[in-house]
């Protein structure tokens, strides 16, 4: 990274426009932000900030939302199906999401539609979407029959992973706490990113990081009070309950209202949520976190600090035993991602006890894992599409700019006190990398994505996945990626070279070399390669390897792997994997 843990640059000359305005509402933007003020009611809050940014709503979270199971359906083997399957999770499950919402978040969004001009049905189709998705996610589990993530729960033993420092921890004493947001909508939530300021006539004003459209300041966000407050998703659990309440909206409500830890806990309480999320909520005066663990069924509240420890970081596995039996292992490659970056989360924050600024929290989000693997203990993410770092005593923040990963950009300093760009502050560079071909192979890495997901582009995507291996020669995933590219098209020789190569690289986990063989055997059938192809098999089996490679290397040794298979294959662009092989 270019600056140290310690160093605050002086903020550049940032690019800034002219302010716009509707009704009290104000929008202008600074370095590629919107920085954007709502006052009043919940309806006129949502019109101005429909009105202020109508022409980005359309081009933001929001329609890609719509449209995002859809197009996670087409590339997972459902090309036929996927349109009405997908109308099918947004009319029933979608519609029972939607009706959950409290009057004010309804009014809200009607203003939202009313000042952007977007059809209400359109707006609630966009919000609906991370509720339905998780639910989907439980019923998937269900009917496998998917095995507890007991090996990965007892291999994260007594942790902590969000990131956060305070008291000794700091270069000041001062509370810092950092956020990298990793969610879908790689493209459309940066180029739409905005720092929103709130000024409601019920409750405190509050400023949330967020994109167009977004309306709600439930998912990472501080208040006047000085509480900041972050959400983590626990995707791959069996339990979900659609009476509750949608996510966003009891974050709000927090923001809106609670001046403590206590008085957010009895907020917390007093719903019941449709998925499985935790809330991180620390408060900058006490110098505490809370980690609020939650399910339909049981909700835990865990609080840090008081004297004793002075960090703390969280990474979407629950930390409560009991809730953790919930979690299932659908899927390994996610599971030990989490770990790692836990772990390494855990490892950075300790490492610079004593020194932590705000530079150096940036320095943290933006960490690439240090080890041969890109992916294996990265926080730093194909998906981190948001970062920030808050001072919740001083009620500044710092948000990071540009493409995902976004904490490998610059950071513009903000205030809620003024509810503006803060320049005086200074910009943050901490994650800002020294390696250029390191990013300049992660940037077609992501295009890459884009152009499989988003434009369903496989030929593409495997040109952009070569010119990464071109950078990188020595990124083992990298190399996985391009074959599994490769057998999409059904180019079954230069599949076999880049799972070669990737063998030759090794990898830091047992279980991804385990895939490898196995992909690597079925490349040798496709060939015509028999024996060879049943070798890598037996190998896999010899292997510690996630249940999926182990029972697909079992019927490799039973049933010849087809062209047709590997036509069919759904890639996982964020962690150079396929879920179901």
């Known amino acids: 990274m270019t600056a140290s843990a310690t160093r605050l640059p002086s903020s550049p000359s940032s690019e800034c426009t002219d302010i716009k305005r509707s009704g009290l509402g104000t929008s202008r933007r600074v370095s590629g932000l919107h920085v954007v003020n709502l006052k009043g009611s919940y309806y006129e809050m ?26 996670l359906l087409k590339t997972g083997g459902f090309k036929s199906a996927a349109p009405l399957v ?37 707006i609630i189709g966009g919000c609906v979407m991370p509720d339905s998705l998780v639910w989907a996610a439980s019923r998937n589990i269900q009917i496998k029959g998917v095995d507890p993530a007991v090996k990965h729960r007892l291999a994260l033993g007594i942790g902590c992973s969000s990131a956060l420092a305070w008291d000794d921890a700091t270069m000041d004493g001062k509370l810092l706490h950092g956020r990298n947001f990793d969610y879908h909508g790689v493209e459309a939530w940066p180029k739409t990113a905005g720092v929103i300021f709130h000024d409601p006539d019920e409750g405190q004003p509050y400023v949330a990081v967020s994109a167009a459209g977004i309306l709600m300041g439930g998912v990472t966000a501080m208040n006047q009070a ?20 949608p996510i966003g909206i009891v974050g709000d409500l927090i923001m809106r209202k609670a001046e403590t830890l206590d008085d957010a806990e009895r907020i917390l309480a007093a719903h019941t949520p449709i998925g499985c999320w935790t809330y ?9 976190v809370l980690c609020h663990e939650e399910s339909p069924t049981r909700q835990v509240n865990l609080r840090f600090g008081r004297g004793e420890e002075t960090h703390f970081a969280y990474a979407n596995i629950y930390l409560d035993p009991t809730l953790g039996k919930t979690e299932r ?3 390994g490659s996610y599971w030990r991602a989490n770990l790692g970056r836990q772990q390494r989360l855990s490892a950075r924050l300790k490492c610079a006890d004593g020194s932590l600024g705000a530079n150096g929290i940036a320095s943290i989000l933006a960490d690439t894992g240090g080890t041969s693997c890109r992916i294996h203990k990265s ?15 001083d009620r500044v923040l710092w948000v990071a700019t540009g493409e995902a990963p976004v904490s490998h950009n610059l950071y513009e300093p903000f205030s809620l006190d003024t509810r503006d760009h803060a320049p005086e502050l200074g910009c943050l560079d901490g994650g800002v990398p020294d390696d250029k071909a390191s990013a300049r192979a992660f940037e077609s890495y992501r295009r890459a994505y884009l152009a499989y997901f988003d434009d369903d582009n496989v030929a593409k995507a495997r040109t952009l996945m070569r010119k990464s291996c071109s950078e990188q020669p020595e990124q083992p995933l990298y190399h996985h990626l391009t074959g599994l590219l490769a057998l999409r098209e059904g180019d ?28 690597r055997g079925r490349t040798s059938d496709l060939r015509g390669m028999r024996e060879e192809a049943t070798s890598d098999y037996r190998r896999v089996l010899g292997l510690v390897a996630d249940p999926a490679i182990t029972k697909a290397a079992k019927l490799g040794l039973r049933r010849r792997y087809s062209k047709s298979q590997a036509r069919g294959i759904s890639v996982d662009f964020a962690f150079a994997d396929v879920m179901t092989p």
């Open 46 to 71: 949502g019109r101005q900030h429909g009105s202020l940014l109508a022409k980005e709503i359309l081009e933001g979270p929001l329609p890609y939302y719509q449209t995002y199971i859809r197009k």
């Open 329 to 331: 292992n659908l899927y």
């Open 226 to 245: 000085g509480l900041t407050l972050t959400v983590h998703q626990h995707m791959f659990t069996g339990t979900t309950s659609l009476g509750g309440t």
């Open 86 to 122: 997908a109308k099918l999770l947004r009319t029933l499950v979608g519609g029972q999401v939607a009706k959950a919402l409290p009057n004010f978040a309804t009014e809200a969004l009607r203003g939202l539609a009313d000042g952007s001009g977007i059809a209400y049905k359109d």
């Open 280 to 288: 991180i909520i620390a408060d900058g005066k006490t110098q505490e």
């Open 492 to 519: 079954a020789e230069a599949a076999a070279k880049e799972m070669e190569r990737t063998i030759e690289l090794g990898h830091p986990d047992e279980e991804r070399m385990a895939a490898s063989y196995l992909w």
């Open 379 to 393: 926080i730093a993410m194909l998906m981190t599409v948001g970062s920030v770092v808050f001072r919740p005593e």
